[in-house]
DNA sequence: AGCCAATGTTGGCCTAACCAACGATAGCGC
DNA sequence: GCGCTATCGTTGGTTAGGCCAACATTGGCT
């Protein structure tokens, strides 16, 4: 039993954005382990999961839809399209841009991972009863619209 | 700022996790923004308050107490050494061990850092009443607690 | 035509969190 | 006392996430 000698001390063990910080920690192991078994990061799945919902897209507004920059879109594109669950088009009426597509195979993958991330949020969210749980949504919800 | 053409997918706005990442990110950049103000980063805050509430220990029990990483300790140690902050002395009765001490100068700056840091709770809870303040803390202690 | 904005891309930065390994030391069983 | 194991500080990584800057290409606006 060599468990810590005792807890935190209570400035750090109350501290708001430290729970915050410290449940991310915990919810974010939990879904990249779950991602995974897939062989995706989270990056893929917002990406996936953005042009299954709002259909082909350019890169420059799947970064603005998901909050990822721009260069980091480039390099999970090229993941997902190296895998052949995405397809990059150039636009033939803006020769600047590409548009992504899903494929079939993007769609399957797009399914798996939401059963793995359902069962991730599941494991997360353990000691939390649903209504609990619908507070605690709320709550983050108001926080990151509040700041955005 | 971005300017996005629209909100990003429902799988990806409800996600609990997601959410908490989301809470998280904008906690740790006000809270970074606020202990710069000092010089100082979220780990010497952690060593600091940690010495101060349970008087001198080891760069492990500090480590074990706190959550950060041995390697890391060692880091952060030095930085508030080099300040004068902390004090890094052999233990007589263990010479594996160093016991590290706070100072005057890390008591004054521990208090300063508080100030900071309150402030910055503050901003970052700003959209939630004191009742909503509450239930996230509890909510988020419990998950934190229920995974430790 | 001329200027400004957007796009994809490359390449880089910083930090948090973590891990492996090392020599030195302590403690324990025997 | 001896040997094994654990602990401690320390060095030196690695990974990923979240960023930013710059560039050439292209488009839109006037």
């Known amino acids: 039993m060599n468990t810590p000698e005792g807890p935190p001390p ?3 063990r109350t501290l708001p954005s430290r729970l915050t910080n410290g ?3 915990i919810a974010n192991r939990i879904v990249d382990q ?3 078994q897939a062989g995706a990061r989270r990056y893929h799945y917002a990406l996936l999961a ?3 919902e ?3 897209a ?5 970064g603005r839809r998901t909050g990822i920059d721009r260069s980091d879109v ?3 594109v090229n993941d997902l399209a190296a895998q052949g669950l995405l397809e990059r088009a150039p636009d033939p009426d803006d020769r600047r841009r590409n548009i992504i597509t899903i494929t079939p195979a993007g769609r399957k993958r797009l399914a798996d991972l939401d059963r793995l991330l359902a069962a991730a949020q599941d494991a997360y969210l353990a000691p939390l009863s649903p209504a609990d749980r619908r507070t605690l949504t709320d709550l ?3 926080l990151v619209e509040h700041h955005a």
């Not at 350019?58 to 799947?62: F, I, K, R």
């Open 50 to 52: 953005t042009v299954e």
């Open 34 to 36: 779950a991602l995974a």
């Open 140 to 142: 983050l919800t108001r």
């Open 23 to 25: 449940a991310a920690l």
């Open 74 to 76: 480039v390099a999970a």
């Open 10 to 12: 209570e400035r750090l």
């Open 54 to 56: 709002y259909g082909p």
């Open 58 to 62: 350019s890169q420059a507004a799947l």
